[in-house]
């Protein structure tokens, strides 16, 4: 089980450009959750999908803020245009329903808007 | 008003002794409360967790739960350097077992040799 994987690890990237942040669920989970961490917020929840299917959105910033679960395994979170109050570190986590079975993370992306 | 509140710390402890971490919260709807442990540079693991009240030991740690004054709590016995992290707390609010996953501030703990 090689865990949920996030790409990248790092990104630096200028004011107003476009971010794209990757997560591949541990297969056979079908909930995958987006969290945002910083010293001042702790972590917060952005977004999660069940079966694919946006469920629950209400922690997405702003308009600026979009992800798309295309199939069961790859999710993005992008971020256009990016500014600098959006560095963080981003995590993914993903479980699977029927059952308590804990959310697993992944190492998350640590993102510095310049 | 946070739905669920933890003391950030730093908690700094010698080791071998006993640590307490404890959170409180507002929503009388959580079910399921859980522990993650989040190392530096890492993401959280989950330690623990408890369905509804009560007490659950593994090893060295113990998870309590007292939904009536709605408070949770975390105790690690004879502390090693290597429990040094942050320690979150996180409920679970939603039907059934998936839905949003609440957290605390976290906790930074530090056991000195």
């Known amino acids: 089980d090689a865990g949920v994987i996030q790409s990248p690890r790092h990104e630096v990237t200028e004011m107003g450009q476009e971010v794209t942040l990757r997560c591949k669920p541990i297969?056979?989970?079908?909930?995958l959750f987006w969290y945002r961490q910083t010293m001042m917020r702790g972590l917060e929840l952005l977004i999660y999908?069940?079966?694919?299917?946006?469920?629950?959105d209400s922690g997405m910033p702003e308009d600026r803020f979009s992800a798309k679960m295309p199939n069961a395994s790859f999710s993005t979170l992008k971020i256009q245009p990016s500014e600098p109050r959006d560095s963080a570190v981003y995590f993914c986590a993903s479980t699977r329903t029927g059952g308590f079975n804990g959310y697993t993370f992944g190492s998350g992306t640590r993102l510095t808007v310049v | 008003q946070k739905e669920v509140e933890q003391d950030p710390g730093p908690l700094s402890v010698p080791e071998g002794a006993i640590v307490s971490l404890n959170c409180t919260y507002s929503n009388s709807a959580f079910q399921y409360f859980m522990w993650y442990r989040q190392y530096s540079r890492k993401g959280p693991e989950l330690l623990m967790y408890?369905?509804?009240?009560g007490n659950k030991e593994d090893g060295r740690f113990t998870a309590q739960v007292d939904k009536s004054s709605k408070y949770i709590s975390l105790f690690i016995r004879d502390s090693q350097p290597s429990d040094s992290a942050t320690y979150l707390c996180?409920?679970?609010?939603?039907?059934?077992?998936?839905?949003?996953?609440?957290f605390g501030q976290g906790t930074t703990l530090q056991v000195k040799p």
């Open positions: 408890t369905y509804s009240s």
């Open positions: 297969s056979g989970h079908n909930s």
């Open positions: 999908f069940n079966n694919n299917v946006p469920i629950d």
């Open positions: 996180a409920m679970l609010h939603g039907s059934g077992n998936t839905g949003k996953l609440i």
